[in-house]
């Protein structure tokens, strides 16, 4: 067993969920990550926690759902009935093709979706971790080697989170007090908003893992100007690349994107709120150094800030403001690395990546 | 994917478990019983049943087991509320090695078994069948290459089993009037029984896939003889190997084996129930030719009987009959291919593994 994927399970279990004795725990996970789930039925076992393992099989749930009537789909009750006595969810994420499910139709996966929301309800109320074992396929969408990419991955997520959390806490504190924030990149992005009684979060890898990021609400309303996202996002199955938007009063007024701009307008037109951000989140994780077009790394990245169209967080809507509701939420990520700055109430906090306390 | 594949799918879920629509599933497989379960998504999929896949890791289990402290060991409750709310339960077998688990110490086994006998009778109250995958490690133990044990698989599995049914109830209204079996092969086995008032069951792939045998209960005290066991059987996860059983008054009165004795002294000390028969079974199935170290298959064999010690199946018990009870119930092979017959009332029904109809 490669040492990394014990250290792996260690900061899941210790960190991430905190298991304490009698815990009931479902682990979903494909079984190319079962290295990973070994390592954590030994520390379960150790603590007394009670752990089953879900298997996250993307060709058998291609299968399903291209052979099924989507206005049949339900949320199963001995699913629900497992979910609702679960304590803890650990969700590993690995693929040897990331593309598997791709073929299946967008309106199936979007019903089956809908037809399983109180499952998610139900997992997203209990102790829960998201996160990434290092296979193939992940390894091929991040144009990286197999080797090179279970270091990378294992670089980020075994880091001393208290550590980071402390680092991360100055942002905190400045985006707490804050009105206006300005964003600002090359030619292309200029987009002002207000955060202005909103409540930020610090991920230090409760939740996500990795973690490294601090992320607020924009108050609705006040969101104007105009932002590039110059890396792709997947949208629907699909992947849509160089999206351009334009606010004004919250709004998105205007649109375009280089390739499958009918995805980005579909995505707008799922309802009102689908056209204001509900997320503004500021990378943090200097030991994720490269785009790998997978959203739980790149949103942590150090000199990126990213995006959301769509529902905002619960935890980030102080009393009395109003938080943005949405059936989406559609991450998009903003290069800072170059000829960027993030401006904090007429204050530069941030330039060409680089924090002001790191100068 | 393999033909035999979709074909084996087709007969689980068409005979064995008869998917109705809104059918909640559990699919418990290892995985590299994949292709399988992708082939039974499909049909799940298409009969709007819905599925759920719990990944049998063995190494995940060991892990686990090996950690644990066996006094801790509980019914937990996301599993068992799953367990009552599932209709249908599929449980395949398939090893990569079989001998995964054959370090974690017997009483770890023991008291995790005991600590989930709820779970196991709630999904006994379920329609449930426990099939084969013919992975690698069972292709080893039967001393085979993958490949002939893929064909030895699927050809037991993918039979006419209503042309199977109607064969064995020949045997079912032999053994259903009859009042004494008696068992001979050699110079080793002379064993008689009564099974007066006794249900006989035919097993037609209902809950075992393969199925393909007709079992009985003995009347508790009525087994007289000696039998010799020619097969090795597993007990506490080790191999006892030349198992030679005495009865009198239906009790064991002398044992012994070639190899590990002490194993099945241990067993026969488990309960008053473990030293008298809980079942007589024939094996009706001429597409298993082979012995191959797996009760599942090896007790169908068409020239064999096996004789259970311990716990007598409640389907079995006639009206008025007394049920043996016991915590163990280990199955015992005799082959009956040469220089052996079964005599049922005095009249041979069986010789050299042919059956009287056969001749």
């Known amino acids: 067993m490669d040492p990394r994927i014990e250290k792996h399970a260690k900061v899941i279990v210790e960190h991430s969920v905190e298991i304490k004795e009698g815990d009931n725990v479902v682990v979903s996970a494909p079984f190319v990550a079962e290295d990973l789930v070994v390592a954590l039925y030994d520390l379960l076992g150790e603590r007394g926690a009670n752990p089953t393992w879900w298997a996250g099989s993307s060709q058998a749930k291609r299968s399903f759902l ?35 499910t791709g073929d299946v139709p967008p309106e199936v996966n979007t019903a089956y979706r809908q037809a399983r929301q109180d499952i998610r309800e139900e997992i997203m109320d209990s102790r829960w971790v998201l996160t990434q074992y ?42 707490d007090s804050a009105d206006e924030i300005r964003i600002q990149s090359g030619d292309t992005t200029d987009i002002t908003m207000s955060v202005d009684g909103m409540i930020t979060s610090n991920d230090y ?51 375009s994107a280089e390739k499958n701009e009918e995805v980005l307008t579909k995505v707008l037109e799922t309802d009102p709120g689908a056209r204001r951000l509900g997320e503004l989140g500021i990378g943090m994780n200097r030991d994720i150094d490269q785009f790998t077009y997978n959203m739980l790394f790149d949103e942590k990245m ?29 991450d998009m990520i903003v290069d800072m690395s170059e000829d960027s700055k ?3 109430d007429g204050e530069v906090v941030q330039r060409n990546g ?3 306390w790191e100068e």
Chains 1, 2 share one sequence.
């Open 66 to 100: 291209m052979a099924s009537d989507p206005e049949e789909f339900s949320a199963p009750a001995h699913i629900e009935a497992a979910a609702k006595e679960a304590d803890v969810f650990i969700n590993i994420r690995a693929a040897e093709n990331t593309n598997e």
């Open 134 to 175: 290092p296979a193939s396929g992940h390894a091929q969408k991040a144009e990286m080697s197999t080797d090179a990419y279970e270091k990378f991955v294992w670089d980020a997520v075994t880091k001393d989170w208290e550590e980071q959390r402390q680092m991360q806490e100055k942002m905190v504190e400045i985006l």
């Open 205 to 255: 890898a409760k939740r996500n893992l990795p973690g490294g990021e601090v992320f607020t609400a924009p108050v609705p309303d006040s969101v104007e100007g105009v932002v590039y996202f110059d890396k792709p996002l997947m949208a629907q199955g699909r992947e849509v690349e160089g999206v351009r938007l334009e606010f004004s009063e919250g709004e998105v007024v205007d649109h």
């Open 302 to 330: 150090g000199d990126t800030v990213h995006l959301a169209l769509g529902r905002a967080y619960d935890v980030n809507i102080g009393e009395g403001q109003e938080q943005n509701q949405s059936a989406i939420h559609m």
């Open 342 to 344: 993030i401006v904090v």
């Open 354 to 356: 680089t924090f002001r």
